[in-house]
T-cell receptor
């Protein structure tokens, strides 16, 4: 079965621009989470969507937003890019709609560089 | 102070060595404790998880959780060059997939032949 796919894999943007990243979860998975990974801060949770609704949110500014479509595909958007937004953005999908021991499967990530 | 602390290493060991990786945490509400492995240019993959305190073994890997000390460990026996990766601990209140996972910084491990 196909894994989590993320597009694009690499992206270079300029400060002040905005960017949209895409994530296609594993077929049948309805939960999609987004994480930011940087050398300094590690992996940090951005937000989680389940059935098109944001269910959880991390401590990121409002410039970071996301959405989920009816087919469970998800996008995240970062507006007014800053140099500090340069990071690997990871998407993870899961079967679960509640707690428990369902695994989160991560995609390969989108490497965003802001110049 | 971060909720989860993990020594980033790097850690370099010879093939066959026993590797010990550790994390400490401050949030006593955490109930699920996970270890992820991340190879270069890949996303993290779940190695194993433990609910509450105790030990769990899976082949060459053993996870330990001591909630009284807020300390978790991952042991790798008979380490192999293919174990070379970044190891991340992660924790959650509600489950391995629901809501927010809080990760440690990750430890870079190199096993040399």
């Amino acid at each position: 079965k196909a894994g989590v796919t993320q597009t694009p894999r690499y992206l270079i943007k300029t400060r002040g621009q905005q960017v949209t990243l895409s994530c296609s979860p594993i077929s049948g998975h309805r939960s999609v989470s987004w994480y930011q990974q940087t050398p300094g801060q590690g992996l940090q949770f951005l937000f989680e969507y389940f059935s098109e609704t944001q269910r959880n949110k991390g401590n990121f500014p409002g410039r970071f937003s996301g959405r989920q479509f009816s087919n469970s595909r998800s996008e995240m958007n970062v507006s007014t890019l800053e140099l500090g937004d340069s990071a690997l953005y990871l998407c993870a999908s899961s079967l679960a709609n509640t707690g428990g021991d369902y695994e989160q499967y991560f995609g390969p990530g989108t490497r965003l560089t802001v110049t | 102070q971060k909720e989860v602390e993990q020594d980033p290493g790097p850690l370099s060991v010879p093939e066959g060595a026993i590797v010990s990786l550790n994390c400490t945490y401050s949030n006593s509400a955490f109930q699920y404790f996970m270890w992820y492995r991340q190879y270069s240019r890949k996303g993290p993959e779940l190695l194993m998880y433990t609910y509450s305190s105790g030990n769990k073994e899976d082949g060459r890997f053993t996870a330990q959780v001591d909630k009284s000390s807020k300390y978790i460990s991952l042991f790798i026996r008979d380490s192999q060059p293919s174990d070379s990766a970044t190891y991340l601990c992660a924790m959650s209140r509600y489950g391995t997939s629901y809501g927010k996972l809080t990760f440690g910084q990750g430890t870079i491990l190199t096993v040399h032949p």
